[in-house]
């Protein structure tokens, strides 16, 4: 007998749906992404998805606009094609940093993003570590349906397993970062935590203001939920050397490291670097497949 239930990756999202099809033992369907010569997307869905339960998972990044064109059609034609329900994984959600007009006549990208989410009317929309900083309620923007997960403890298992680090303490580059940078250390057995004090001189500057943290000697697990340019965990890790710390280990979430981001940090000579898989990098030595399989056996499979 047919499974009712499919799995389905995008063009950011297809290696995720295969793993968490095999951890799940599920029915894992083919998408097919193209572009037409003049640019515009085409997509067909290959599986038939009448009356199947259809989990679809693609990232934002890399190319977001792309991304996003390609996920909101094709979690509108699950819908069309008759699938019984439609659940939407978005391991990276782009634009969440555009959050406020923060210049007069600016567009606040994600309220647009969330509305065509929301017009859809997914059974369910799923992200990871989304950046929320001014959003101090997502359901308000995405609706009922939006859950926000963390990958924090895969990092921190990975952490735990892979390096002995000597009197170690939990930094975040700045104010925001404090919601890692917390869970983090409570994952580590409770270790210190702290963060640093940022100022954003553009998109591709910032500067990291010497805060009062005492890392002197002692080893660092620096957390931050995305890495873009670089510029923040290179700043971060100039500070942290200038304030004594022994050895610094860089931890993210969503490595996005865009141009020469990776090759900007490693010359700040960190012990080692990770990130998640909801993009994948250099870096991305821990999956959050099993994180989605769990999710969607807790939640939509009992
Ligand atoms: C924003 O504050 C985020 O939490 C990150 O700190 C930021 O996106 C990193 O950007 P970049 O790598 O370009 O400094």
Known sequence: MASKYLVLGGSSGGYLAIMVSRLLGIEYGNIVVKKFPDEETYIRIVNDVAGKIVVYINSLQPSPNDKIIETIYTLYTLKDLGAEKVYAFIPYMAY??????????????????????????????????????????????????????????????????????????VIGPDEE??????????????????????????????????????????????VDDIISTGGTMAESLKALYNLGAKRVLVTCVHALLVGKAYEKILSYKPLDMVATDTVLSPISRVSIAPLIARTIEEDIMS
């Open 96 to 169: 969440a940093r555009q959050d406020e007009r923060f210049t007069a006549g600016e567009v606040v990208s994600i309220e647009i993003l969330a509305k065509l989410f929301r017009d859809i009317e997914t059974d369910g929309i799923y992200t990871i570590d989304m950046h929320l900083h001014r959003i101090s309620d997502p359901r308000a923007l995405f609706g009922e349906n939006f859950y926000n997960l963390t990958a924090i403890p895969l990092l921190a298992d990975y952490v735990k397993k892979h390096y002995e680090l000597d009197k170690p303490i």
């Open 177 to 222: 970062s404090l919601q890692w940078a917390r869970v983090m250390a409570e994952c580590l057995g409770g270790l210190k935590y702290d963060v640093l004090i940022k100022k954003r001189v553009s998109a591709e500057e910032v500067i990291i203001e010497v805060a009062n943290v005492d890392v002197s000697d002692r080893d660092v697990i620096l």
